[in-house]
């Protein structure tokens, strides 16, 4: 997890997307970084050890609703 951590927060979103996944956006787009960001920092949210610290289901779903209106799906 370190070494993921270590990537995201240095914008290497390259060297963690899989290539085969096509994206409308260039990586380097700063717009798309911050999209990209909060949903990494969903996914951890919800890998959480800690049970209370995981979001619901429909915690998750309203949240990548957001994202979605925002017009930004990974």
């Given amino acids: 997890w370190d070494g993921l951590v270590d990537q995201v927060n240095s ?6 997307l899989d290539p085969a996944i096509s ?3 260039p990586v ?3 717009h798309f970084q911050c999209h990209l960001r909060e949903f990494i920092e969903l996914a ?7 049970e209370e610290c995981r979001p619901t289901m429909m915690e998750v779903a309203v949240e990548l609703n957001d994202m979605t209106n925002d017009h930004v799906i990974v």
Avoid: G, Q
Avoid at 11 to 16: A, E, P
Avoid at 44 to 50: A, G, R, V
């Fill in 28 to 30: 380097e787009d700063e």
């Fill in 23 to 25: 994206i409308n956006e």
């Fill in 11 to 16: 914008n290497r979103f390259r060297d963690i």
């Fill in 44 to 50: 951890f949210k919800c890998l959480s050890e800690e």
